[in-house]
Structures are given as structure tokens and as C-alpha cells.
């Protein structure tokens, strides 16, 4: 597959290990860490099998191991002292690099398996919250200083989608058992990013309740023909990029206009474009996924 990335700047290796230049050129000289080849301008190019160990060690650093004592294992005791620690301890550090390495090379079967080893010792609650956030979180950063391109993020993001899916199938088989109110799910017009969504799906219907999902894209116009369906309704959303901070206001009293005529109904909404927004009359902004759940 031509999109593999094969070679990595010394910039992608700070960003992808979370440990800085100034440090691994350190490991090189001093340690022999690393052998990074280079180019006819004499720039630090890195392979797959490089990156990987840089993983490995920073994972046995941030483990208390000290770098002067790692630098005299090879690569297969390396490993080795990693997959101990993961045993023992947890394998949250180790699985997101893992998902990182799947990413980078669009290996699905390295995915699936490191899945598989979570779901093993983790229910899905814990590794969404564990390992997905803070690794989506992280491929967010990677993709803004271009260390990865966006047919990356769309890999890791489907297969992600694709799990949250499969749990969300699970629960939807039981009845609600709380019948005092329901819940519709939606993304504003030219909003795609459901991912935030669908997991706010998993914990409402984790919680019993009614559930309306209706998913990306959704002009305001299309809720009215919900209102009927229960008495008491509670519309949430997410707002990543779609609206504009600064038409925020204007979206929320449209909300009001074309939904809210006979009855209020109460919008709740999170994402980074109503951070530090302050919560008014019927719609209420939270800051994070389980500040919202903490009101289920």
C-alpha cells in the first residue's frame, strides 16, 4: 500500500513518543539508542522498527526504568521486560502505542489483536474512557502538526466507530427500564464527527433509558416530527466544528424557534466549540462526556 508511512522525521518521533528531539538525539549519542539514517542534506530519517523501540523505551522509562539501564538491552529484552510490566500492570501506555503502529501502517489484524487483549481485561466502558479518549485525543494532535494524514485518522476512527457499534447493537436488544424521559441524539447540518456521539448513545442506553439516534448532519427542522414520541425529551449534541463558536448563540435560539413552540425541551451540548461557554435557560454546555453521564 503506497500510504504506509515508512520513514519518520526525528519532529514525528517527538510527537508520536511524547519524548522531545533534544532527548532521543541524547539516547543516540550517548546510549546508541537509535541509528537513524540520513539524508543527502544530513537530516534524521527513522524506519517503522526504530519508531517501534522508541515506543518500547519510553513506555520503560515512564515505567521508572532509567534510560542508562535500558540502552544495554537489545531489542528482544526490551520487548520482553515491556510485555512483564504490561502483565502486571496496566496495559493502557503499551495498547495506545500498539493502535498506533495499526495506524500508521493501516494493519488491521494489529488492531483487532490488541483489541482483543484489552477486551480481555477491560470492559468497554474502560477502554473507551482509558485508551480511546486519550489516544483519540492524541491522533487530534498528531494530525494538526502533520505527523499523520487525515486517511490515518479515518482508519483508526472507522475501526473505533465500528466497536462502538457492535456495543451499542448489545444493549439496544434490552427495554428501557427508565421511562420518565428519552434522549435524541443529533450533529448539526455539516457536522460529521459522530464518534463523541455514538459513545454518549452506549452510556444513555448503558443508563436504561429511551434512546432517538439521528447522527450526523441534521437540519433543525427535522426534530419537530420527534416531539410526539415522548413527553419529555432531552436533545444533545456535539459540536466539534459545526457551529462556528461564534454562531453558537444564533443556533441555540433557532433551537428554540423551530423545536420549542408548545413545550421548552432542554438542549444539552458538548464539544470544543462551547468551551468556557456559559450555560443559559434550556441549554445546558458540558465540558467533558462524563460530566454530562454524571447527569444521567
Not at 60 to 76: A, E, P, T
Not at 119 to 148: A, H, M
Request: charged share 25%.
Amino acid at each position: 500500500m503506497n500510504n504506509i508511512k515508512k520513514t519518520f522525521s526525528i519532529k514525528d518521533l517527538e510527537n508520536l513518543c511524547g519524548i522531545k528531539a533534544h532527548t532521543i538525539r541524547i539516547w543516540e549519542k550517548r546510549y546508541n539508542l537509535l541509528s537513524p539514517d540520513r539524508t543527502e542534506t544530513n537530516i534524521r530519517t527513522y524506519n517503522l522498527k526504530s519508531l517501534q523501540k522508541l515506543l518500547n523505551v519510553t513506555y520503560l522509562v515512564n515505567s521508572g526504568y532509567k534510560i542508562s539501564r535500558i540502552s544495554k538491552l537489545n531489542d528482544q529484552e526490551i520487548n520482553e521486560y515491556v510485555r512483564n510490566i504490561i502483565s502486571h500492570n496496566s496495559i493502557k501506555d503499551q495498547s495506545i502505542n500498539s493502535f498506533k503502529i495499526a495506524m500508521l501502517n493501516y494493519d488491521l489484524s494489529l488492531f483487532l489483536n490488541t483489541y482483543e487483549q484489552l477486551e480481555n481485561k477491560k470492559s468497554f466502558r474502560e477502554i473507551f474512557t482509558t485508551v480511546f479518549i486519550p489516544l483519540l485525543k492524541e491522533i487530534g494532535l498528531l494530525w494538526q502538526t502533520s505527523t499523520i494524514t487525515p486517511s490515518h485518522e479515518r482508519f483508526l476512527s472507522n475501526l473505533i466507530k465500528q466497536k462502538l457499534l457492535l456495543n451499542i447493537e448489545k444493549l439496544q436488544y434490552s427495554k428501557p427500564t427508565k421511562n420518565d424521559k428519552a434522549f435524541v441524539l443529533f450533529l448539526p447540518e455539516n457536522e460529521i464527527h459522530e464518534l463523541g456521539l455514538l459513545y454518549i448513545y452506549y452510556e444513555i442506553l448503558l443508563h436504561g433509558y429511551k434512546v432517538i439516534y439521528l447522527g450526523a448532519s441534521i437540519p433543525l427542522d427535522n426534530l419537530p416530527q420527534i416531539l410526539s414520541l415522548h413527553k419529555e425529551i432531552i436533545f444533545v449534541s456535539y459540536f466539534t466544528i459545526r457551529p462556528e463558536k461564534e454562531n453558537i448563540k444564533a443556533y441555540t435560539r433557532e433551537f428554540n424557534s423551530i423545536v420549542c413552540n408548545d413545550t421548552v425541551y432542554d438542549l444539552w451540548v458538548l464539544g470544543k466549540q462551547v468551551i468556557n461557554i456559559d450555560s443559559e435557560d434550556n441549554h445546558y454546555y458540558f465540558e467533558s462526556i462524563s460530566s454530562l453521564i454524571a447527569e444521567l
